[in-house]
């Protein structure tokens, strides 16, 4: 309970964050880009981070503090308590109903 609590608190975070950051809706972020959604003053960032123990290039999502040098991730998504990884070329995506992530293949993840 105290999970779901902590992500619906991150969640609405985001969403208010992105509202007063101009984030617009259908605006997406892919994994061939360094692009990221910030929070008005900088503090987070929300986007793709790759993951390097992997043999593969896969990536996260995750929202980390964007003003350190070691960017440290303070929430990323899972599935079935299991990071949700995406292959190189995924890209998510905020939508009227909230934010999608897909494969390359348009597949949702």
């Keep these: 309970m105290a999970a779901l609590t902590f992500l619906i608190r991150t969640l609405v975070f985001l969403r208010v964050s992105l509202v007063f950051a101009n984030v617009n809706l259908d605006s997406r ?4 880009g360094n692009d990221a959604w910030r929070s008005p003053w900088g503090e987070f960032a929300f986007g793709f981070r790759q993951l390097s123990n992997f043999g593969t290039k896969l990536f996260m999502v995750a929202i980390w503090y964007d003003k350190i040098p070691d960017k440290t991730v303070v929430w990323s998504a899972k599935t079935d308590y299991r990071l ?3 292959p190189t070329g995924s890209h998510v995506q ?5 934010l999608s992530l897909t494969s390359p293949e348009g597949d949702s993840i």
Excluded: N
Aim: charged share 25%.
């Design 94 to 98: 905020i939508t009227k109903e909230g």
């Design 84 to 86: 949700a990884t995406a």
């Design 29 to 32: 972020l892919s994994t061939d």
